[in-house]
């Protein structure tokens, strides 16, 4: 296969997104016939059909459809790649991109970055931080995705190098009026007659309830699945289902919507979180100083 071209690759995304290869022409300033040439190339490269034509516009066939999924990542990174080179060019002096789980990136991580740009010395580095859940965050890591990753050190972080971070307790939320709500600490196995709100399957705090669960050969009831740990204590706080949160997160939303926190006594519940790399003799000078303040951080009292 020929290497892809990054321009009929936006055009292609652009067509499948208006359904028209008018109106993307029309869009990127240049005439129909150019744009279904292109388009007409890339079919060639791949070898299989890409657009169905409709009488109305076009639509992606399977094939487009997946295409056109590998096209929009391939671009964004394009895209990354244009605005760290420009970066470079006005005279930063470090880039640097960090991978991190939902618990970290909602606890510490964005004041403990803050912390290291406010330095005068740091003033040209740039500092980028995507989230993703632990098994993502390390498969990035080794393929070189981003040159930092952090989540929660249970994980397999075999091939790689690392240091510790920081740690946090894992509680149960609850609504004041919930039967649970009187307790001033709890066990999972406690909790698991009642109707939880959860994160989505592949996140280390569902896996590890899922086992935790299993181990008292029971299951967890999931009445509200969601993406983050604010719309989590939201339908806490709708009393619609209890949640498991981390203590740093759920505090501050326990002093205002008057929650009740009720910190899990199973040993597991205790976490710390790693700092990942490839190897730290070959981390950019930037990378190297954010880590070395990141644990520096997690040191302090």
């Known amino acids: 296969m020929r290497d892809l071209d990054l321009t009929t690759l936006r055009l292609f995304a652009a067509v499948c997104d208006a359904r ?16 279904s040439k292109r388009l007409a190339q890339l079919e060639d490269t791949v070898g299989t059909q890409l657009l169905l034509r409709r009488r109305r516009g076009v639509e992606p066939t399977p094939a487009g459809q997946s295409l056109l999924e590998h096209a929009r990542a391939i671009l964004a990174s394009a895209d990354r790649i244009e605005r760290e080179m420009g970066d470079y060019a006005l005279g930063v002096r470090g880039q640097v991109r960090i991978l ?10 964005a004041d403990d970055v803050a912390g290291f740009l406010q330095l005068p010395a740091h003033h040209d580095i740039r500092i980028s931080m995507e989230e993703r859940v632990s098994p993502e965050v390390i498969r990035g890591i080794k393929e070189g995705v981003a040159s930092v990753g952090i989540c929660w050190d249970a994980a397999d972080l075999s091939g790689l190098q690392s240091c510790g971070y920081r740690h946090d307790h894992l509680a149960i939320v609850a609504h004041p009026s919930h039967p649970l709500a009187g307790h001033e600490t709890l066990g999972f196995e406690q909790t698991l007659d009642y109707e939880h709100v959860s994160l989505p399957a592949q996140s280390a705090v569902q896996v590890l309830l899922q086992r935790a669960a299993a181990l008292q050969g029971k299951a967890v009831v999931h009445r509200v699945i969601v993406s983050n740990f ?16 981390p203590r740093e997160v759920a505090d501050p939303y326990a002093l205002t919507f008057g929650l009740r926190v009720m910190p899990l006594t199973d040993s597991w519940a205790r976490r710390r979180f790693a700092i990942c790399f490839r190897d730290e003799a070959s ?9 070395e303040h990141l644990a520096g951080s997690s040191a302090a009292p």
């Open 283 to 291: 981390l950019p000078a930037a990378a190297r100083l954010l880590v």
């Open 100 to 109: 991190a789980t939902a618990s970290v990136m909602a606890e510490s991580l």
């Open 230 to 245: 604010e719309a989590a204590l939201r339908v806490v706080r709708a009393n619609l289902a209890i949640s498991v949160v």
């Open 20 to 35: 028209s290869i008018a109106r993307a022409a029309e869009q990127a300033h240049i005439v129909g016939s150019a744009v």
